[in-house]
């Protein structure tokens, strides 16, 4: 596997700016006006990619409505899987005229696909690459029918023990897949900052040798900076034009200013990663002037000895280090020196 993968001709990976990919779901709320002023938002937000998902409710689950079929526990409880799903899917015909706008905004246009034939639909529309939701990280059949086209992969893992995130990474490999990033991802809706673990990024990119991202469901701009500075080259987060409006996941998605200020975010924790660096840096070239120094704090005659009541390390830095003090106290001036004279080794004689 590669350290990075490429998504038409963007380099993702360590040393790179973070890939910020915008996921609608179905916070349009049906509306495909609002899915247009969705992906016009995550532009102007500055994300580089927008991600859908494509599924049908026939396709995710059963039209039933027995206790197995009945959602518990999660922002949707009291719903159906079938009515969840019929609610919040984005619907195929809107999905080829949504790329073709992200396209025209300078987006990537990636998707999420739940069974073969949305493989099939998506690659009649030439996606650059396939994300995998954590949820369908166990389904082996449909890794393996997308790893085998070959284009990029990104593989969420929520919920996933190590032991089923390397299976489906062999499962990947296995198929032909060779560009494959790994996500970090806590599976609650919202997540608290205190359940993300980011210190697993590390660990999952020198465990698969892959590049690392997260995928963030809670509220919080900081905890996608934080990732970024472990490591985390792609940030994934829900984007909804209101919490307020009907969408099946506006409870924890960012509103698009928010989504701004978390792009600016990680870009600011990226770019503070810099590099490992000791000494003076160029915006630090001004302050060693304030350092301190040696200067003659009272008028010395020429052969006078230096003394601690005559020589003392004050700022600002023009003078010998501080760390000669020592060798110079008791030593004879070689001239005049006055008041306020920075000392110089052509200052000291025997």
Known sequence: MHASIEISGRRIGAGEPPYVV???SGNHGQDFGRAVELVEAAARAGAAAIKLQTYTPETMTLDLAEPPFQIEGTPWAGQ???????????????????MK?????GLHALATPFDPTAVDFLESL?????????FELVDLPLLTRVASIGKPMILSTGMATLEEIAEAVE??????GRQLALLKCTSAYPASPAAMNLRTLPHLAETFGVPVGLSDHSLSLSVPAAAVALGAAIVEKHLALSRSQPG???AFSLEPAEFQAMVEAVRTAY?????VSYGAGPEESAALRLRRSLFVVRDIRAGEPFTPENLRAIRPGDGLP???????????ASRDLPLGTPLGWEHVGE
């Open 101 to 105: 706008i992200a396209g025209r905004l």
């Open 248 to 250: 099946s996941d506006a």
């Open 322 to 332: 501080p760390r000669h003090l020592e060798q110079i106290l008791g030593r004879r």
């Open 80 to 98: 159906t899987l079938f009515d969840l799903y019929r609610r919040a899917a984005t619907p195929w015909e809107w999905q080829p005229r949504l």
């Open 126 to 134: 030439g996606v650059p690459a396939y994300k995998i939701a954590s």
């Open 171 to 176: 499962a990947v490999r296995a198929a032909g």
């Open 271 to 275: 770019e503070a990663l810099g590099r």
């Open 22 to 24: 915008a996921e609608l």
